[in-house]
């Protein structure tokens, strides 16, 4: 059973930075793809970021293009979420994912292993 733990989330004003990371355990993570998604309140989950297992294919919403960068540590079996430019409309809680498709993928569907999830609020 791989175990998935978030971290890095906070309260920022518009134009910030922060840096998500992901923690994972009970598994190769080695082997699996990687993604971001988030949800805001009242809506649904959506994609945010995705990593092939190698880190070689990458995959970004076209709202997070050019300011947020996925990047993965197969040596210390974390994967990150560097958000730069933060706007208002990015406040979600973010989630880390992990699925056997080692290209990952941009389906939430795809995924079979969740984080808890961590809070981003940007003030604007």
């Known amino acids: 059973q791989v175990q998935l733990v978030e971290s890095g989330g906070g309260l920022v004003q518009a134009g910030d930075s922060l840096r998500l990371s992901c923690a994972t355990s009970?598994?190769?993570?080695?082997?699996?793809?990687m993604g971001w998604f988030r949800q805001a309140p009242g809506k649904e989950r959506e994609f945010v970021a995705a990593?092939?297992?190698?880190?070689?294919?990458?995959y970004y919403a076209d709202s997070v293009k050019g300011r947020f960068t996925i990047s993965r540590d197969n040596a210390k079996n974390t994967e990150y979420l560097q958000m730069n430019s933060l706007k208002p409309e990015d406040t979600a809680v973010y989630y880390c994912?992990?699925?056997?498709?080692?290209?990952?993928?941009?389906?939430?569907?795809?995924?079979?292993?969740w984080g808890q999830g961590t809070q981003v609020t940007v003030s604007s």
């Open positions: 009970g598994g190769t993570f080695s082997s699996y793809g």
């Open positions: 990593i092939s297992w190698r880190g070689d294919s990458i």
């Open positions: 994912a992990a699925t056997r498709l080692i290209y990952g993928t941009t389906d939430a569907a795809g995924y079979d292993y």
